[in-house]
């Protein structure tokens, strides 16, 4: 566990002015001051009391981290138990970043948060096996209090997830650089089309091509707008023909083309909407 204050003098004026692709999790308390954060390109005020938690190869980018003070968790997927590590995933349908501390009040997170911070004690080389045990189970309460805090606006199915629409999800981040239509899905778990895109809006509101469609878009961002790969190699390493193609379809998708969006997303813009 380190702190805000931390990680910026290890990482010098510089490391935080353009967007990052992490691979591992960073999970933050803020208990000081306030700033905006931008994760996946929807941005996020921070404020006391706020967490926010980044995911592994998702994009995100700092504001003014000058002006926010609070603890900080990196962590890779290694340090949570595999059984609670899927159930925290299979909770929401989307993975949320933010949680503002109204939301927080009446759940168990902020004093998790102050069970977790007292109990770090002394430096990772003199901890013992058994207080690394005691960290690991501490950050897999938070995370599991995290997730069970409910999402306002989320859309809720009436019963529990069929296990066909997690099967589905879970092939989307498995193929989605590969299979851009539904039947190519439906064709692998044995269901009908017709059955996948039913179970999609019972769960998120959106249709099963939608989901598809938005999961192949928040990762052609991500390379747009952290890395220098050309258009056409993007195009190539996600499913497309051609460069022609790929621009096609971003456009249609975000209004913008692949250039125009690298462009404001590296001048601080990032095609964001606001959380």
Partial sequence: MNTINGIRDRG???EFLTPQRLDFDLLMHIESGTAGHTVDFTDYPLRAGDVLWVRAGQVHQWGAIDDIEGAVVMFGSHTIDDHTRDL???RPVRPRSHWPARDLEASPVPRVVELLTISIGPSATERSALHEAALAHGLALLLVQLARVETPGDVTSTGPTHEAFTWFRDHIEEHFH???KVSEY???LGYSARTLNRLARQNTGLSAKELIDERVV???KRRLSHGDASVSEIAEELGFDDASNFSSYFRRQTHL???SFRTRSRVGNG?????
């Fill in 88 to 90: 925290i995933r299979s």
């Fill in 178 to 180: 590969r299979w851009h």
């Fill in 257 to 259: 083309t692949p250039g």
């Fill in 271 to 275: 095609g964001g909407s606001t959380g």
């Fill in 12 to 14: 010098g004026p510089h």
């Fill in 186 to 188: 439906a064709d692998r």
């Fill in 218 to 220: 928040l990762e052609a």
